[in-house]
């Protein structure tokens, strides 16, 4: 499995969709499937039924995952969503970096 260019706390652009211009928060990555949910986008009514802890049931609005190819990571100079690039750091390990401005990206 190749690796994603986003991950969990990464600040993305939603560049594709119904939610397309909407900025958030990375909340957690689904490898395998190649999705990511992202803090207040994608939001779905999910049904709760009735139990002993919540006689009434009813609804519930969360966020649903949404495709990694409609993100892009928000580069950390200019706020803007840029394409990411991966290179060797000093100590063997890769760094993920802006295209656009060449800076680092946590």
């Not at 986003?6 to 969709?17: E, F, H, L, S, W």
């Amino acid at each position: 499995m190749n690796k994603l260019h986003i991950k969990k706390g990464d600040t993305v652009y939603v560049n594709a969709g119904d939610y397309k211009g909407k900025i958030g928060c990375v909340l957690k990555v689904f490898l395998g499937k190649q999705r990511a949910l992202v803090e207040g986008v994608n939001i779905i009514s999910k049904t709760i039924k009735p139990s002993a802890k919540n006689p009434q049931g009813g609804f519930e609005k969360k966020e649903a995952s949404i495709h990694i190819s409609n993100l892009n990571v928000l580069d950390p100079k200019t706020g803007k969503p840029v394409r990411i690039g991966r290179k060797l750091g000093e100590r063997g390990m890769l760094i993920r970096f802006s295209k656009k401005s060449g800076d680092e990206i946590k």
